[in-house]
């Protein structure tokens, strides 16, 4: 079924590419690298089930030195396979790769959690499905995590069929070093997770596999008998331990860290079962209509205090705001963090996890914030030194989009620079900042 995507989510029909844009404001000069973000864009002609479907696109940005070289957009060119094979299992070497774009020892991938990796170069050219010379034989998330302490970068897939939960890293160098399977009940969709300084943190959550709703809508749904729970293992292997928390869903996580009790801290972003009957059919899901049109829920910010020693979980809410795209400095990634950043609606807003402080700027009526991708400041000394990027949209498909330039220590205060794009970029999933070598790294 073909569906109509709103006005900021609906696809534009072509690739562009423009020089110097137009800046209201005043670009950093450190600012010296390519800002890409990743979404999903259907090709014309291709059908629209919902909007996480249809062909990935990147659009980038080039900075340089206060100046706004170009934008261009270019669709992630990736194979078209049958999912299923004959004999049952899967293939993963074509797909979308239409979520995430992500740098690591020298390449860049645009992701997808169903596929392996598309490797792409810096002008936005596809050069082909990448399985890390053979080793990669399950899905990549689309989130992984790098220790900033090691560059080592940790990953997973999950599958609809066993092993359904397979635990990757890579090292430094790009080499993968470790695959294993992590034992799960059954095939749930597994977005994201969390790494610490020791640890890697799961999400074991009951959105459950359907195969019945494959080729038909998003082949997921919420599984009441299935539970819900957060694993804690060891970065180099070994058992899960595993705490059983209210039943929830989560699509991106904050932060993790262990604080100096050793308990594990979990920041994210949480679905109850009200907030996920309200979304999950309103982007394509299939659930119960009667629930869905009752459900009123939204997602918040949310935390779990894991102790190992005594097996005991805490939950706490930590605001009352309808919020996704939770970002943070990627230095804090595993490690305690005082600052997180968020999107609510037409907001762009950031916490301040130790005293509870909130700041926010709202873009006005129309405009859609999309996530914002925290660059360190040359000269940092603070955590939150350094800048926010955000492509943001408005309804009118005539509106061309922006990239705003915050001071990530003064959100409030508005964008320092807005780049003016020359076209509408639909709302899409996530972006990445790449430096050119040596700068804001």
Known sequence: MDHQLPGHLAP?????????????????????????RNGPNPKPGEPVRHWFSGSGMLHGVR???????????RWVRTNKVERFREDGSIDFSG????????????????????SFPVEIDRELNTIGSHDFDGRLTTAMTAHPKEDPDTGELHFFGYSAIPPFLTYHR??????????????????????????????????????????????????Y????????????????????????????????????CEDAQGRVVVDAVRYDRAAWMTLWPSIGGKEDPAEHAASTGTSKL?????????GQVSEQQLDDRSVEFPTLNDLRTGKQNQFLYAVSHADLVKYDTASGATQAHSLGAGWHAGEAVFVPAEQARNEDDGWLLSI??????????????????????????????????????????IADEGENR
């Open 392 to 433: 943001t949209t408005h309804d009118d498909p005539e509106v061309p989009s922006r990239l705003l330039v915050h001071d990530a220590t003064d959100l409030a205060a508005g964008p320092v620079a807005t780049v003016h794009l020359p076209r509408r970029v639909p709302a899409g999933f996530h972006g990445t900042w």
């Open 95 to 114: 797909g979308v790769a239409n979520t995430s774009v992500r740098e690591h020892a020298g390449r860049v991938f645009a992701l997808v959690e169903s």
């Open 302 to 310: 949310h935390r779990w205090t894991l102790d190992p020693a005594t």
């Open 221 to 256: 749904r919420w599984s009441e008998g299935y539970g819900a729970r957060i694993g804690v293992m060891p970065k180099t292997g070994g058992p899960v331990r595993w705490f059983e928390v209210e039943p929830c869903y989560v699509f991106h996580v904050g932060n993790a």
């Open 63 to 73: 900075l340089r030195e206060g100046r706004a070289e170009w934008y261009r957009n």
């Open 12 to 36: 534009v029909p072509d690739e562009i590419s423009t020089v110097d844009l137009a800046v209201t404001g005043t670009l950093p000069t450190e600012l010296t690298g390519r800002y890409f």
């Open 170 to 219: 890579l090292a430094a160098d790009g080499t993968l070093v470790a695959s294993h399977e992590v034992q799960v009940p059954g095939p749930t969709m597994m977005h994201d997770f969390a790494i610490t300084e020791h640890n890697v943190v799961w999400l074991d959550l009951p959105a459950v596999f359907d195969r019945e709703l494959v080729g038909k809508t998003l082949p």
